[in-house]
């Protein structure tokens, strides 16, 4: 069974930064794309980041520049760091693991901006 448990999140101020983790368990880790998303109070589940097992990346406009997604194959491991972060970036995030069509989604961690 794969899961994926999210950790790092937090309250920061605006212009600080976090680092986001999610380690996967009972899945082909390495061979599959891995996700960052994320949901603020009202709003639709949104795409911030994804990664492939090859480490090709793709970013949200809203974040490129700011955000990096990286992956540890060795560890199941994948990071979201976020660099300025701004009170809009407030939101529930999510990592996500694609594997032979099959969705999985963490628990989600809270990550709070003050301004």
């Known amino acids: 069974q794969v899961q994926l448990v999210e950790s790092g999140g937090g309250l920061v101020q605006a212009g600080g930064s976090l680092r986001l983790s999610c380690a996967a368990s009972?899945?082909?880790?390495?061979?599959?794309?891995m996700g960052w998303y994320r949901q603020a109070p009202g709003k639709q589940r949104e795409l911030v980041a994804v990664i492939t097992s090859g480490g090709i990346t793709n970013y949200a406009d809203s974040v490129k520049g700011r955000f990096t997604i990286s992956r540890d194959n060795a560890k199941n491991t994948v990071y979201l760091q976020m660099n300025s972060l701004k009170p809009e970036d407030t939101a529930v995030y999510y990592c996500k693991e694609n594997q032979y069509g099959t969705t999985y989604w963490g628990q989600g961690t809270q990550v709070t901006v003050s301004s």
């Open positions: 009972g899945s082909i880790f390495g061979l599959n794309v």
